[in-house]
């Protein structure tokens, strides 16, 4: 956030009571918005951060100035410590290199706060091929290869008798869990980052790695243009989506505290943190044979007529 006159000021990220002292943690999409807020919020709790961001625009262009060594002055500032990373972590090398910038400048990694992405916004019929292809690209691959690097490391430590206290947080989106009318791309590339939480959170636990995920509500670049009404800031009092209300569900899960928490959505926003329980079994028929189409049909709607009605699918603005 600014102040009057623009300069860059500290976030309002907690009490800083270390919650995560001696604790490394990388952020990706760390130059803007939630990526931002959640870099200073583990600064501020001790953490030695590791800021990655690209620079680029909504749309993933590069931008002229990369903002992850603002972010690392700002965190600086304020006594912390922390180092930039401009590569594309959706590549093989990008990843690598993230998870060697952790070890090589601060010895170790214990967090990776999976954050990066743009949008690509269209109607299906609308959507072009790159549009899906590039969505994807930044979010979920974007979350696999950080991910599959940072659990190398941390898989290697356990085998040779240094079990860590490690913490992946990933970032779905309610337009993940719920669908976004517009955001085909978006909603399925979200909906893909649930599903590789679970899978990791299983496959991790043994090696002493915990994995959750948060879909968070906030005004950041991708939001304030797209539901503008409803981000704006007021002009006084709580500032329900500043993203810094985000940020300490995700430093708590990031930390040691949250031992014991693996595999769980948090969907985040203002004031409010909701555990989001997913798919699970609804009303059930059982014919204990085989069905006829006309059957079929009947017992589905009669299954209808006892489940509960899904959430709403979201507005495009």
Sequence with gaps: MTNDKGAVVAADTGTGSGLCAGRVVIVTGAGRGLGRAHALAFAAEGARVVVNDLGV???????????AAQVVEEIRALGGEAVAHGRDIATTDGAASLVATALDTFGRLDTLVNNAGFLRDRMLVNLDEDDWDAVMRVHLKGHFLPLKH??????????????PSARVVNTSSGAGLLGSVGQGNYSAAKAGIVGLTLV??????????QVNAVAPAARTRMTERTFADTMAAPED?????APENVSPVV???GSAASDGVTGRVFEAEAGRITVMEGWRPGPTADKAARWTPAEAGEAARE????????GAVYGSG
């Design 303 to 310: 299954l209808l007529g006892r489940a509960e009605v899904p």
């Design 237 to 241: 009092g709580f500032d329900a989506m």
């Design 200 to 209: 990791a959170a299983a496959e991790m636990g043994r090696y002493g790695v």
């Design 150 to 163: 940072a659990a190398a490391h941390w898989r290697a430590e356990a085998k040779a008798g240094r079990t």
């Design 251 to 253: 430093v708590w899960l």
């Design 57 to 67: 625009g909504l749309d993933g262009a590069p931008a002229p100035d990369s903002p």
